[in-house]
């Protein structure tokens, strides 16, 4: 079996779908990850332009679920009509990042939106990796494991150690509620642009403060902990005051940018969904997919028994901005996730797997 996605075609070294299922199915009972119930795609993006249309596209390709970043409450219910006929799920995303600044500047014209400090050298690799196509020639990973020294995400995010920004997410939370037959709330954007904390001035004493709470713990240990616990309890209070708002709203999320340190720190989180990337647009190694799948599901309800461990595979089809997957590639990295347990399988984007004839069919042999 191949141990890595090439770039290039392989047609020598096609699998049929009969071995590739006999394979999985063996891989799952060695594990013991033969999960009762069926399998569910989730896909992140709705086209509105004819959401019927698309919705129809979906269900023949085998998508249960779909999470558009829209908070419109008129386009979310057109969203909820059309993919009821179909069967398909809808759930609505907010973001620490976009739309968080023109309600900051709404609420407090006179006030800066807090946005996350960065280091000096860390400020200056954001500058290299925005220029131009650089973000397109290195080996960036667009908020995934970073390869390169100081490698930075290029979106803005609100400071997590700010309430007001926090709170600033509550009424698109309530407006979310309140459509009929929405299925549930998505998390996307939730973490560090460098991947690892900010350095803003009330960060810095407060994590400052941690660490002198903490002597039991060296002091960069300590500090990584604050990071990351300021982040889970972030998203925890979102996704509890969702459950305030509508008892039945569902939760999920998909881990990005990732926190460094600890990239599938997920199982932490209160939420239904939690997907965290078992296979990246880049092209990882078929041990990590395996590792990181397992992983994703074993430790799920590790902190918590709400949570159900949701496996992300990340897919683009823009060739010169993101490495060029095939049908073989796509196939395998699926096969190796639902082998390793993924039970619900996230993926980005819903319009690029529909849109491309071969690896829709792929999906659909999984899926439908």
């Known amino acids: 079996m191949p141990r890595h996605c090439e770039i290039s075609a392989r047609s020598s070294m096609k699998w049929s779908n ?3 299922a006999a394979i999985a199915l063996a891989m799952a009972v060695s594990w013991g990850f033969c999960a009762d119930g069926p399998l569910t795609l989730v896909g992140w993006g709705i086209d509105f332009k004819d959401v019927e249309a698309f919705m129809a596209e979906a269900e023949a390709v085998g998508f249960d679920v779909l999470i558009t970043n829209s908070n419109d409450p008129d386009l979310l219910l057109r969203a909820v009509e059309a993919g009821a006929k179909h069967n398909i799920g809808v759930f609505s995303c907010i973001s620490p990042m976009g739309r968080l600044a023109k309600l900051w500047t709404e609420r407090y014209p006179d006030r800066p939106a807090p946005w996350q400090v960065m280091a000096a050298d860390e400020e200056a690799a954001l500058s290299f990796i925005s220029a131009g196509k650089n973000n397109a020639i290195t080996p960036y990973q667009w908020g995934g494991e970073p390869v390169m020294t100081n490698e930075v995400l290029t979106t803005r995010i609100i400071c997590l150690s700010n309430e007001d920004a926090r ?8 407006e979310i ?10 998390f ?3 973490g560090y642009q460098n991947y690892q904390r900010c350095h803003c001035e009330d960060c810095q004493r ?20 604050f990071f990351r616990d300021t982040l889970v309890g972030y998203i925890n209070h979102l996704a509890n005051y969702a459950r305030s708002r ?6 999920s999320i998909h881990i990005w940018p990732v926190f460094a340190t600890e990239p599938l720190y ?4 209160d939420v239904d969904y939690c997907g965290q990337t078992a296979a990246w647009y880049t092209l990882w190694p078929q041990e990590k997919i395996e590792q990181y799948s397992q ?5 799920a309800q590790e902190y918590g028994q709400r949570q159900q461990g949701v496996g992300m595979i990340g897919y683009y089809d823009r060739p010169g901005t993101f490495p060029v997957k095939d049908a073989e590639c796509v196939d395998m990295e699926l096969s190796t996730m639902i082998a390793s347990g993924c039970r619900r399988v996230q993926v980005c984007s819903s319009l690029h797997v529909i849109r491309n004839a071969d690896i829709a069919d792929v999906f659909r042999r999984h899926f439908k």
């Open 295 to 299: 992983r994703i599901v074993q430790d």
């Open 167 to 174: 709170d600033l997410l509550k009424p698109p939370i309530d």
């Open 177 to 186: 509620a309140s459509v009929p037959g929405l299925e549930g709330l998505a």
């Open 206 to 225: 407060l994590s400052a403060e941690y660490v002198a709470a903490h002597p039991e713990l060296p002091a960069e240990e300590a500090e990584v902990k």
């Open 18 to 20: 009969t071995c590739l």
């Open 246 to 251: 509508r008892t039945d709203i569902k939760t």
């Open 188 to 190: 996307d954007g939730f």
């Open 266 to 269: 997920g199982n932490r989180l």
